[in-house]
């Protein structure tokens, strides 16, 4: 399978990066230990910077899937939150590529570097979708805004799980700035548009707990 060959010429490349040096390894070098041609290896590939990152197209289309599906009544921030936890979860389950890329992009400036670039496409893709889906009169910064945090999120959670080997709760700490993010979102100015509801209920023990979950719903957090 085409999905196959492109993992398997990464992980051929990425190893004899960390074993030789970046700079001293040759496409032909990877084709020839990946056993296809070097014609091969740039069918897959634009460049030799592209070989330690066979996985950031495939997940940005099945981002962007998400994001077309989503429906005129749904949550644009959540649309976006629910795509980034997909998204971590699919780096989750390739471990070893991604501590090998973690260690490869310390190490060169040029893999850093192109990283970087990796993150800004998921970046402008989801800004793209907030702009067009956040509420009449949303102040046009907030959507490059939104975007960015959700992505600061992500790369944290990941860089932690990466950097740790796979020791920390990676889906664990997105989730939580993910709260932080909805504490944001909730208290922003206009979030509520001014309005509250007001309703009278029996002073019972029951009540009183559900108005006090209520509050600690509506009480953005520290």
């Known amino acids: ?4 060959a492109r993992y398997r010429i990464a992980e051929t490349a990425m190893a004899l990066f960390l074993e030789q040096g970046y700079e001293a390894v040759t496409v032909e070098a990877v084709a020839e230990a990946s ?9 897959y590939f634009g460049g030799k910077d592209e070989l330690p990152f066979p996985d950031h197209s495939a997940r940005l289309a099945v981002l962007d899937r998400r994001l077309r599906a989503a429906g005129p009544d749904d949550d644009p921030v959540e649309v976006v939150i629910a795509g980034t936890e997909e998204s971590l979860r699919d780096f989750l389950s390739r471990p070893q590529l991604v501590f090998r890329r973690y260690r490869l992009t310390r190490l060169v400036p040029e893999l850093r570097n ?3 670039v990796e993150h800004e496409r998921y970046v402008s893709l989801t800004s793209a979708f ?6 009449p009169g949303t102040p046009s910064h907030q959507a490059m805004g939104l975007a960015a945090l959700v992505d600061a999120m992500h790369r944290s959670a990941l860089g932690n799980w990466a950097r740790s080997d796979g020791a920390t709760d990676a889906l664990g700490e997105l989730q939580a700035g993910m709260a932080w993010v909805r504490s944001l979102v ?5 979030a509520t548009d001014g309005r509250l ?17 209520l509050r600690a719903e509506a009480t953005p957090l520290e």
């Open 1 to 4: 399978m085409a999905e196959d």
């Open 35 to 43: 056993r296809v041609s070097r014609r091969t290896v740039f069918r």
């Open 114 to 116: 192109r990283e970087i």
């Open 130 to 135: 907030l702009r067009t889906h956040l509420p």
């Open 186 to 190: 909730s208290g922003a100015p206009g």
């Open 197 to 213: 509801l007001l309703a009278a209920v029996p002073d019972t023990p029951a009540a009183r707990r559900a108005l006090l979950a």
